[in-house]
C-alpha cells in the first residue's frame, strides 16, 4: 500500500503514537476496573462481617457457644465465604466453620494477628481498610480476601450474667473472615482482556485509516511532485503537475508548475543570448581560421597585381581578387562588430536629451549634405526607461539612414516626439504561445508583417489545414488560408500534437461563438473569437495591468524612399538598400534595441517621397 | 661575427611565412621563417635580425610569452605583432604590457605589409639613434616626446580625456617621422563609432604609401578637426595640440585606459 518511504515513516510514526496513548489509557483503565472492583468487594465483606459480628453478639451476651459454633458452621458453608473463625485474646480458636481448628492457638505472627500486633504492642483502633488482607494459601491456589474484626468490650459484655470478661480488657477476640476472590479475579481477568482488544483494534482501524489517508492526501501528490522533479530534472521543462487540491501540497503543486515556467522561460532568454555569445565566439573562430588563409589570397594577390604592371588584362583580374579578398575581410570584419552588441542597462532618461545628443553627433554629417534637421519635440514628456546610449544609437542610425536616403541633392529631416498612451492591443507581441501539451504554436518560418506568426491546425469535417494567426496581439490581419467560416463545427489544435486549442464551455461574449484559447507563459490566457466581423479577444493578464504610458518618436525624411517589396524584410540583418555602401547590419542592431526596451518600430515610405520611422517605446516603471 | 638579416617571420601558418618572405625578398629585404617561437629564438640565437613579424596564436609559446622571452634575453629588436581582428584587443594588450612597436591586422596586401615593415625598420633606428645619443631607454614610449597625462597606444597615437568627457584623438610624432612625413589625412565622419585598436585613418605619406592609425580608445566621433585635414602639415608641426584628429564620446574609457600607457 505505502511505496514511499515518507508515508510509511507517518503511518508508523501515528500507529506508534496510537499504540502509546491507548496502552496507558487501557493501564489505567483496567487499575480503575481493579480498584473499584475490590473496593466494592472489600465493602461487601465488611458489612458481612459486621453483621455476622451483631448476629453473633446476642448468643454471646447468652454465652451460648453452641449455637454460636453451629451458626459459624452453617455460614462457612455457603458458597460466598471459605471460612470463619472466631478467637479471643490469647490467640485460641473458639469458633470455627472448620471443626478441626477449635482449641488451637494462632501464632501472634499470622497474618490475621500482625495488623495490630505487629510493632510488638496492640493498636487501639484500626482503619477499616486495614483490616483486609489479601493472600493465596499457596502461589497456584486462587486469591482470597480475609476480614478481620475486633470484637471489642462493651458495657453489656461485662454485665452480661455469665461474667465471663472483665471491664478493664479492650478487645475480647477477633472474627476472622475469609472469602473467595476467583470470582472477582475473573470479573477483573475479563474486563482486562476485553480492554486489550479494544486497544488492539482500534490501533489497527486507525492504522489502516491513516495509513490510506496519508496515500491520499500526502503520499499521492507527493509522488506526483517527485516525479516532476525528476521530469524538470531530466530536462522536461514543459512538465506540469496536475493540480488537484487547494491545501499545502496543492499549493506546493502550483509553485512548482510557475518555477517550471520561469525556469523554461530563463532557459529560453539564456538560450537567447547563448545565441548571441556563440555567434561571437563562432564569428571570433571563424575570423581566426578564414583570416590565415585570407592572408595568403589577399597578399599574393597584392604581391602579383604590383608585379604585373604593363599587362592590362591580368592586372584587372588580379584586382577583382584582391577587393572581393579585401570584401571578405570587411564581412568578417563587421560579423565581429555585430557579435559585440550588448545587453541594455536601463535607467530613467529624457529622450529628448537623447534625440539632441544624437543630433550634435551627426549634425556636421547632416550639414555637408545639406540636410535640414527640424525638430519638433514634446517638452513635457515623461522619462522613459531606457539605456540611453542604446536608444541614442537607434536615433544616429535612422538620422544616418535618413541621410543618405536624401542624397546630394539636400533635404529635410524631421524628428518629433510626443507621448501617447497605448493599449496592448496592436502593441504587444506575442513571442510564445504554447498548447495544452506546452508545444510552442509560434512559428518562425510564418510571418506576418515580418513576425513569426501563430499557427494552428484547423479541421472542419473531414478537411483539415494550418492558419495562421497574427502575433500582435488585438490584430486581425490574421493568415486565414481561404477558411473564413468559422463555426461550430470547425476545431483548432495544436500542429505538434492535435490537442484542441478550444476553450471548453467558454463562448465569445460579442457573437457567442466558439473561442480559441493559448497559454502565453508567466502571462496567462489569451483568448480571441475567428468569427468573420466579430474579433473580440481577451488577455486578462496584460488587459488589467497595462500601463499604456508611450513615448512615440517619428524620423521623416523625404528622400527617396524604399521599394515596397523591400519593406517586409526591412529589419533582416544582412538586407541593405544601400547596396555596397550598406552593411546591412544598421536596422537589424535598431530593431534588436527597440525590442529589447519591449517597444515597437513600423516603418512607412513612399518612392521619391520619404520614409517615416515610427518608435514607440513604453514610459516603464 | 653574427649574420645580420632583415625580416624574421614567426606563424605556425606555412602558407603565410611563405607569402611574406616571398614579398621581402622581392622588395630586396632578407627574411628568414620560423614556424613556432622556439623555433624563432634557435634563428636569434644564430643571427641577428633587424625587425621581427610575430603571429600571436601560436601552439605551445605564443606571441606574449615570445616578447616576454626576448625581453628576459635582453634582444632589442622591434617586434611588430600580426594579429586577426578577434584579437585586436590582444594586439592593443601587446603593445603596452609587453613593448612590441606596431601591429598588423590580418589578412593583409602586399603592400600594407611593406609600409608597416619600412614603417617599423625606421622606427627601429629611430629609437637606435636616441639610444646611441645615449638617451634612456625602456621602450619605444619613453622616446615619445608627448606631453604628460596623454594616453598613447603603442608608439603611433594618442588620447587626451578632457574635463567634459570628450576625448581628443592624434598620432605620435615618431610614427609621423617613421612614415617620413605627411601628405593627406583621410578622416572618417563625426557620428561613426572607433573601435581601440582598429584603424581610425588613413594616413598617405609623401612616397604614397597608406598608413592606418591605430585608434587608441573606442567611442563616436564628435567632432572631426577639419583644419588638420585641409592642412596635413599642422598635424607634423604640432602633433599633440593643435594638430588633434577626432574629438570622440568615449563608449567605455575605463577599460580602454587600461592598455595604455601614461
Redesign the interface.
Known sequence: MLNSKIGLKLTFGVALTILVVIAIFAYFNIQSDNRSLLTEVERAAQQYSDHLKADMGYDMLHNDRKRIQDDVRRIGKQGTIDGIRVFNKMGEVIYSSDSAEIGKMVDIKAATCFRCHLTGRPVKRLQKQEHMRFFRTDPDSPRQLGIINPIYNEPSCWTAACHMHPESQTVLGVLDVTMPLSKVDQNIRNSQVAIIILAVSAIIILSVIIGFLVRWWIDRPVQDLLMATRQVAGGNLGYRVEVKREDELGMLARSFNSMTDNLAEARLQLFQSDKLASMGRLAAGVAHEINNPLTAVLTNSSYLLKRSQGQSELQEDLQVIVSETIRCREIVKSLLDFARQTVPKKRKADINEIIHRAATVVENQLSMGQVELVMDLDEKLAKVTVDANQIQQVFINLMVNASDAIGEDGGTINISSRAISLGPAGTLQIKRALCRKRHDLVDRKIQIDGKPAISMRYKKNKETGLIHLNPMYGSNKHKLNGMTDFDKEVELMCPDCSASLMADGEFCPDCGSRIYAFEVPLKGLVQGCLKEGCGWHRWEQVDSSWNDEYVEVKVTDNGCGIPQEQLPKLFEPFSTTKGQKGTGLGLAVTWGIVDNHNGTISVESKLCAGTTFTIRIPVGP | MKQIQDILVI?D?P??T???I??CT?EGMTATAANHANDALRCLDEGEFRLILCDI?MPELNGFQFLEELSKRGVQTPVVMMT????VENAVRSLTSTGAVDYIP????????LIVIRRSLRCGMLLNEAESASLPRSGAMSYVPCPANYHRLGYASWALMEDKGTALIGVSDLFLRAAEGIKAFELS???EDL?QG?PCTEMTSPDGSIHNIMCPLSG?????NTQAQSDPSLVERDPYFRGWLYRI?P?NPASDLQWLSF
Open positions: 606563424d601558418e602558407m603565410v611563405r607569402v611574406v616571398k614579398v622581392a596564436m586577426g581582428y578577434s584579437t590580418k589578412p593583409f596586401t602586399a603592400d600594407e605589409l565622419l563625426p557620428g573601435l582598429i563616436r566621433i564628435l567632432e572631426v564620446l563608449s
